[in-house]
């Protein structure tokens, strides 16, 4: 079995499927992360002659599609932005949603009429929300599921305390005016005084406030949840309105043992007791108060955090989903049994 999965750029989702590749080839799986912008499509097919082609539909050019339809034991499953019951809903020029576009559904239905394929699409929502953000594949016979964020075991097992990192609050994230609109009200008002808390802040964009530390090394910002008293999770502001999108930030944290206050979104209620949820700005204030005061608390609720995430959302759970997408139900077996057997499964 080989399984090639495409990559656009580093950023959630990059990190997202490379959780995904390391878990299958950790189980005996071949398995590559193609950079679609460093080796052409050809190359790689060709190279590689996967059985599997995990990519996006907003990727589909022309070169991509050929090395499909000259495979026709290929098994495809593509990301694909909303296209839904849920869209009327949404003001276009307040939210920030990828929405599937006109050309990339009709590629995709002459897609799917010509060769059968891409057996699904999927998006890293909740599978509730994709009942009405992804319903309008249904009618191109295409299949949608929810692909959510995950714990990447093997980038962020073994997370341990670390005095240069110890803090009140520790967040790793960008500022961009978008995400700002919930920034602003939560995050930066906690920043001031400058001497009520000691907050470190990383980023690739900087934040233009004293708390900024620059950049932080990808194999050090696990042993900066573990060691900050708390790691606020921060949502988009369609996540606050419509109550969805789940970001990858909340099952680091959680797996690498840290303590998260999130602003409330409805599908974050999937972490039950793991987390903390604020309902507005003032509540978030005054939980950040209180938990920093009190480890016991902390610790409790983050333990709980921890195995929620190890029993259920790690790379190795999302490999075995995709596996049960395509029909695989052995291979997707196999996955967990490995997973379950040992692997990477936190001390």
Known sequence: MKILIQSDGVHAHYYQRLSWVQALQSVGIQAQLWDNQAMSAFDIFDRLEPDIFLGQAYNLDKSLLKCIYERPHLKVGLRAGDWGSHDKEVDRSIYNILF??????????RLKEETGQPEFVHIHYDAEAVKCTHDQYETLGIKPISLMMCADTISYGGAQFSPALECDIGFVGGYWPYKGQVIDQYLLPLCYPLDKYKIKIFGNQPWGINQYCGLIDDSD??????????CPNLSEPHAQRYGFDVNERMFKVLYCGGFCISDYVKSYEMFGDGIVMADSPNDFRDKIEHYVQHPDERAEISEKGQRYISENHTGFHRAAEIMNAFGLDGLANHILQQYKGGINVPA
């Open 100 to 109: 599937g576009t006109k050309q990339e559904k009709e590629l995709l239905k």
């Open 221 to 230: 910002v696990k042993h900066l949840f573990a060691s900050a008293k708390i």
